[in-house]
């Protein structure tokens, strides 16, 4: 496998709103490069992603997809790296395959969009099963796991550019977190991190450095997670689906204060 690259370094002039030389400084820049996704050969999607933690990335896109349903259906995974990106060679089973088959398309994603290149509306709003894990999280677990985030974000710590998606146990402390320019991919990779290592989700609950849309929230569900807290806002549509699956979702969550959704009435 090619030596994966988060950071680049880059030269910039620092301007000010004085006259005058403007101080040359470099500073490491988070990397965004295509990443083309191939199962057994076909050409299944292409999303922006920082080349980091590919094989984590490779299972959990996977299992987002429901191409896959354990960490053991994916047989060989090479991550090569081209002129103009990197290339994800995943090998299947064939049943496997005929899933990819059936539903590939030609998908050019950018790092902010986790629904490009669904061409249906019935594929995006897509039926999901009931989250049926259950776990006690006291409002002080949150806050501390908040506390503690930022000291594991090693990559947006360098860039100021990184999302982070963490794994906590019940008790607030943080047992896992992946990085990615993309909120979506960070997820992905949390998740194929969490199932290579045998980590149970269900045991514990996500935090994400993110505002909460519908796909953040479709991925918590298919990893049958059973709370997922984001420290931006949750669009209308994320709350409904993950109070219809059973996903506890807090959002808006800041060092003082948090919104727990609350069932909608009328």
């Known amino acids: 496998m090619a030596v994966e690259q988060g950071t680049q ?3 910039f002039a620092v301007l000010t709103p004085n006259e005058g030389s403007a101080e040359i400084v470099e500073r490491p820049i988070i990397v965004e490069a295509p990443v083309a996704i191939e199962y057994n050969g076909i050409g299944y999607a292409v999303m922006m ?6 094989q984590d990335y490779a ?4 299992l987002s997809e429901g191409l896959i ?11 090569h790296r081209s002129e103009l990106g990197w290339i994800l060679r995943i090998q299947v089973p064939q049943k496997n395959a005929e899933k990819v088959i059936a539903r590939a398309r030609q998908r050019v994603s950018e790092s902010s969009c986790g629904l490009c290149g669904m061409d249906n509306l019935e594929e995006v709003m897509r039926p999901l099963p ?5 776990i006690d999280v006291a409002d002080v677990a949150i806050f501390s796991a908040l506390s503690a985030l930022r000291s594991y974000q090693t990559l947006n710590a360098d860039t100021g550019s990184a999302h982070a998606a963490a794994f906590c146990a019940p008790d607030g402390a943080i047992v896992m977190t992946r990085e990615d320019v993309g909120r979506h991919n960070a997820l992905d990779k949390l998740i194929g991190a969490l199932t290579r290592a045998n980590i149970n989700i269900s045991t514990g609950f996500i935090v ?5 849309s519908l796909e953040l929230v479709q991925k918590t ?5 059973p709370m997922l807290v984001t420290i931006s806002a949750a669009t209308d549509l994320a709350i409904n689906i993950a109070q219809k699956s059973g996903l506890r979702l807090v959002s808006l969550a800041r060092a003082d204060s948090a919104l727990a959704a609350m069932p909608q009435t009328g």
Request: aromatic share 2%; proline share 8%.
């Open 49 to 54: 992603a920082t080349p980091i933690d590919l």
């Open 221 to 225: 569900i298919l990893a049958n997670c």
């Open 130 to 134: 009931p989250v049926t894990a259950q």
């Open 69 to 79: 349903t354990h960490a053991e259906d994916i047989l060989a995974l090479d991550a």
């Open 9 to 11: 370094p880059i030269r």
């Open 59 to 62: 299972v959990g896109f996977s």
């Open 208 to 212: 994400l450095t993110a505002r909460c």
